[in-house]
């Protein structure tokens, strides 16, 4: 690993301002569950490292009725876990936190690097997108809101500027009526990290026609994606197990896997017509209890 200058900000625009005179060659700093490793393997070399855990404002958990849910970008996938707010107003994400990495890493590592960080292997930007999740992005000009789905661009790669830091992730209040899933694969031979994860949600309108449907492939791409045709085929449906299968059918073409320790490419499509069902079925089922 070559020689670094490391650096801890205290606010948010002093980390913004350094990342900015770092011109390009300084890397944000967090629960580096991500970052070491690349550093490690010498994938990543940055003249400068910015560790932002000081930065209280980045962090806790939040609930307000109009805006929803707000999770500070240094909150950590343990804390995620066990928060009590979170399993109140949506336990979806306590139960996938459960089946991320192990609880080493889930102690260390945070949401919003997770996030920032465009791996494509990873569960909760898929949760997040079906939620129709925002993210805060603060730089030395300001701050901006975008949707989580925007950011990414390609593997690894996203739409953050090279001054930017990601501060909060929102998720606006579920309607009522509403069945959210995640279902993920991981192969036998390659555990840690997920195969294929799928994400839905539906929310019901009268007669039990899905009125709102998304539907979210992970880890089959370089970046999360919405099977927006499978969702236009189930909405304004009332879902059965036909229309179920169908829509993983459809999802099947929307994504692009790769061949690779974790399947073939045919393997992994197939996976996704199966989860797609499933996760449907699922979401529908518990949209309709509510």
Do not use: W
């Not at 070491?36 to 003249?47: A, D, F, R």
Request: charged share 25%; aromatic share 4%; glycine share 8%.
């Amino acid at each position: 690993m070559k020689p670094f200058e490391y650096l801890e900000p205290t606010t948010v625009s002093e980390a913004c301002a350094l990342l900015k005179k770092g011109g390009g060659e300084a890397r944000v700093f967090a629960g580096g569950a991500l970052m070491t490793i690349l550093m490690k393997e010498g994938l990543l070399e940055p003249k400068t490292l910015i560790n932002i855990k000081r930065i209280s404002g980045l962090k806790g958990i939040d609930f307000h009725p109009q805006e929803g849910l707000a999770i500070g970008a240094l909150v950590t996938h343990h804390e995620l876990e066990t928060s009590g707010i979170v399993k109140e107003k949506l336990p979806i994400l306590c139960a996938v936190e459960k089946d991320v990495a192990n609880i080493r890493v889930r102690s260390m590592a945070t949401v919003g690097g997770n996030l920032a960080s465009g791996e494509p292997l990873t569960d909760l930007p898929q949760v997040f997108i079906a939620l129709d999740a925002r993210i805060k992005i603060a730089s030395s000009s300001g701050e901006r809101v975008m949707p989580l789905e925007d950011l990414y661009v390609d593997y690894y790669q996203t739409r953050l500027a090279g001054d930017e830091i990601v501060t909060q992730v929102i998720v606006p209040p579920v309607p009522e009526r509403t069945g959210i899933e995640y279902i993920r694969f991981s192969s036998s031979s390659v555990v840690d990290k997920p195969c294929v994860g799928v994400a839905t949600r539906i929310s019901l309108g009268p007669q039990r026609l899905c009125q709102t449907v998304r539907i979210v492939l992970g880890c089959v791409g370089p970046t999360p994606l919405r099977a927006k045709k499978a969702e236009a085929l189930v909405a304004g449906k009332p879902l059965d197990p036909k229309l179920a299968e169908e829509a993983g059918a459809v999802a099947t073409g929307e994504c692009s896997p790769v061949s690779d320790l974790r399947g073939s490419e045919r393997y992994k499509r197939a996976v996704v017509g199966v989860l797609v069902r499933r996760a449907l079925a699922q979401a529908y089922e518990s949209a309709s209890r509510s």
